[in-house]
C-alpha cells in the first residue's frame, strides 16, 4: 500500500491524517497516511528513512519548512519563491521534488469557500516567518490592491517586501505604521495564537466589511480573532479551510485527482469540536 506522512514537531496534533483519510475514502484511494516525529535536529534523515521504506509522499509543518526547501533536488515556482517546502513528492528516479501548496490553499479558502475576491483589496498581512513567506507569491498573483507586511522585527519584513517586489504593491513596516489605515483583509500569519499571545495590532484595525482571517485554527476562537470580533471587524476566518485546501492540493499533486473539499472542512470543524467524531 501507498504511504504518506506529516512529519513536525510537535506533530501529535495534526489533523491531515485525518484529512488524507477523508480523501482517499471520497476518490476511492487506497493508502496510509501517518503523522511522524522528527527530532528538532533530525529532519532530513527522518524524511530519507521514511523514503527508503517505501513512502511516497510528504508534508512538512513547523518547523522544518525551511530544510525541506534545502533538501528538495527539484522545487516548484510556487516553492522557490516562497523558499519553503510544504509537500513533498519522492519520484521513481529518485528525485525529491518540494513543491508549497500553502499559499494556494489560502487563497483558494478565501477567495473560493469565503467568497472574499482579492482583486483590488487591501491586505495586511501579520507576520514575517515561514508561514507569512509562503502565503505572499498567491496572494499577489490575485493582484490586490496593496499588501502591507507588518512585523515586531521590521527587518524581516522589509526584506520580504524586497524580495517580492517585483510581483505587485507591497510595503511593510512595524504594526503601529499601519494604525488609521483601511483594510479589506488582516490575516494573522505569526506564531503569537501558539503561545496564547497577540501581536500588538492597532487599536482602530478592523471595521464592518473587513475579514479577519487567523491562519491557525482551534476548536475554539483564536485570541486574535477574539480581538477583531470585539473591536468590529464584519467576517472571522480560521485556517481549518486553508489546511483543508493546501492538503486537498498536495493531494492532488501525488494522485492526479482534486478532491472535494467542502465536506471535509466541515468534517474537521466537527471533528475539532468532538474530537472523536
Ligand atoms: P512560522 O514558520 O510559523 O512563520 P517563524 O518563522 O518562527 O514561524 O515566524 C514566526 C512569526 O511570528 C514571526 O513573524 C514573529 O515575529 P518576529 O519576526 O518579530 O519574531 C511572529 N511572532 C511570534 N510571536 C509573536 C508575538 N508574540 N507578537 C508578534 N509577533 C510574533
Redesign the pocket.
Known amino acids: 500500500m501507498d504511504t504518506y506522512a506529516v512529519v513536525g514537531n510537535p506533530v501529535a496534533h495534526s489533523k491531515s491524517p485525518f484529512i488524507h483519510a477523508r480523501f482517499a475514502q471520497q476518490t476511492g484511494r487506497i493508502m496510509h497516511y501517518t503523522a511522524l516525529l522528527a527530532p528538532l535536529d533530525r529532519f532530513e534523515q527522518t524524511a530519507l528513512d521514511f523514503r527508503k521504506t517505501g513512502g511516497k509522499g510528504m508534508n512538512i509543518t513547523?518547523?522544518f519548512?525551511f530544510e525541506a526547501f534545502a533538501l528538495a533536488n527539484q522545487l516548484t515556482d510556487r516553492a522557490s519563491a516562497a523558499r519553503a517546502v510544504n509537500t513533498f513528492w519522492f519520484e521513481e528516479k529518485g528525485k525529491i521534488l518540494g513543491d508549497n501548496t500553502d499559499g494556494v490553499g489560502l487563497v483558494r479558502d478565501i477567495e473560493v469557500n469565503l467568497n472574499f475576491p482579492l482583486a483590488g483589496k487591501h491586505i495586511l498581512l501579520m507576520?514575517?516567518?515561514?508561514?507569512?513567506s509562503g502565503v505572499i507569491l498567491p496572494l499577489l498573483q490575485q493582484q490586490p490592491g496593496l499588501l502591507a507586511i507588518a512585523?515586531?522585527?521590521p527587518d524581516?519584513a522589509a526584506s520580504l517586501q524586497r524580495q517580492f517586489a517585483s510581483h505587485g504593491n507591497i510595503t511593510s513596516g512595524y504594526y503601529h505604521d499601519f494604525a488609521g489605515q483601511n483594510f479589506d483583509l488582516i490575516i494573522n500569519?505569526?506564531?503569537?495564537s501558539l503561545?496564547n499571545?497577540?501581536?500588538?495590532i492597532p487599536a482602530d484595525l478592523f471595521h464592518g466589511t473587513s475579514l479577519a482571517y487567523d491562519m491557525l485554527y482551534s476548536s475554539r476562537l483564536t485570541p486574535f480573532l477574539e480581538l477583531a470580533k470585539m473591536q468590529g471587524a464584519g467576517y472571522l476566518a480560521d485556517g481549518a479551510g486553508m489546511l483543508v485546501e493546501q492538503a486537498a492540493e498536495s493531494f492532488l499533486l501525488w494522485h492526479g485527482i482534486r478532491p472535494e473539499t467542502q465536506t471535509v472542512i466541515r468534517q474537521l470543524k466537527d471533528n475539532l469540536r468532538h474530537p472523536t467524531s
Request: no cysteine.
Open positions: 513547523v518547523p519548512k507576520g514575517a516567518g515561514g508561514a507569512a512585523n515586531r522585527t524581516k500569519a505569526t506564531s503569537a503561545h499571545e497577540l501581536p500588538p
